[in-house]
């Protein structure tokens, strides 16, 4: 239930740009309520949340992306794209796309979760396969 499918990834030239996107209509299509995002790991490191977007309205990113890269759903909610931009070696990571049957409002009720982040990725129920992203220098 609710497979996500990323796609999009490959190798770029610091300073270039790549869009992954993730085939959600399924997941979409189960949960009234929900956030949808995308995290990033290399190994030996922990998940980092990238960027999400959630059904009550709210678009956070992780700091280190601010101002770089935009998370997008499209209209007919199939597909969660990530336009990324200016990338830097840094960047380099394992691209997953994440979900959960909850929203922000949700989220924060929690208790440890503040405003204007994205949530820890222990919160996510649901997870695709992943895309490589490699940037070089």
């Known amino acids: 239930q609710g497979n996500l499918m990323e796609s999009g990834g490959g190798s770029v030239q610091a300073g270039g740009s790549l869009r992954l996107s993730c085939a959600a209509s399924q997941f979409i299509g189960q949960h009234y309520a929900y956030c949808i995002g995308w995290f990033r790991q290399v190994p030996g490191k922990e998940r980092e949340g990238v960027a999400v977007?959630?059904?009550?309205?709210?678009?956070n990113y992780g700091d280190s992306v601010k101002g770089r890269f935009s998370i997008s759903l499209d209209n007919a909610k199939n597909n969660l794209y990530l336009q990324m931009n200016s990338l830097k070696p840094e960047d380099t990571a394992m691209y997953l796309c994440a979900a959960d049957g909850r929203n922000m409002r949700a989220f924060q009720a929690l208790g440890y979760i503040p405003a204007g982040i994205v949530p820890p990725a222990r919160e996510f129920g649901y997870w695709g396969q992943g895309t490589q992203v490699t940037v070089s220098s």
């Open positions: 977007v959630c059904s009550d309205g709210v678009t």
